[in-house]
């Protein structure tokens, strides 16, 4: 079966990180003169404007942010068989937030401030995706 959600798009910015999560690797980029890290990818830090940049391995463990709980798929072909499924901002130890899911748990276990840690979904042989569980 073919993966029938909305794909990402790689761009030159974005591809290392998409590369390494087909490795089950979570890559973060950082400015290579402030050393911020920044998500998503982009050409400049937003913290001091540099073009120059370099890709760090991040811990994989942050906290919820914030979620909501899907009940209602849309489009429901494509959704029907997941809900109820959680939608977070998760925020990274490294201090970057992240648009996630958080799998394998009852929704109503999930909370802000909650720890969680990186997992990998290959979706397609071509598609790896970042999703969080609970780490309790």
């Given at each position: ?13 974005s ?59 849309v ?47 290959d ?14």
């Amino acid at each position: 079966m073919s993966f029938l959600r909305p794909r990402p798009e790689p761009d030159p910015d974005s591809r290392p990180y998409w590369d390494a999560c087909r490795q089950h690797r979570l890559l973060l980029q950082h400015c290579a003169d402030c050393d911020a890290p920044r998500f998503p990818p982009g050409p400049v830090c937003s913290n001091c404007g540099s073009a120059r940049h370099l890709w760090k391995e991040a811990s994989g463990k942050g906290r919820v942010f914030s979620w909501i709980v899907v009940r209602h798929p849309v489009p429901a072909e494509v959704f029907a068989s997941e809900v109820p499924y959680v939608v977070a901002l998760v925020e990274l130890d490294e201090g970057v937030r992240l648009p996630s899911n958080i799998i394998d748990c009852a929704p109503e276990d999930v909370s802000a401030n909650v720890p969680v840690q990186v997992t990998f979904d290959d979706v397609a042989p071509d598609l790896t995706l970042v999703k969080f569980r609970l780490d309790n």
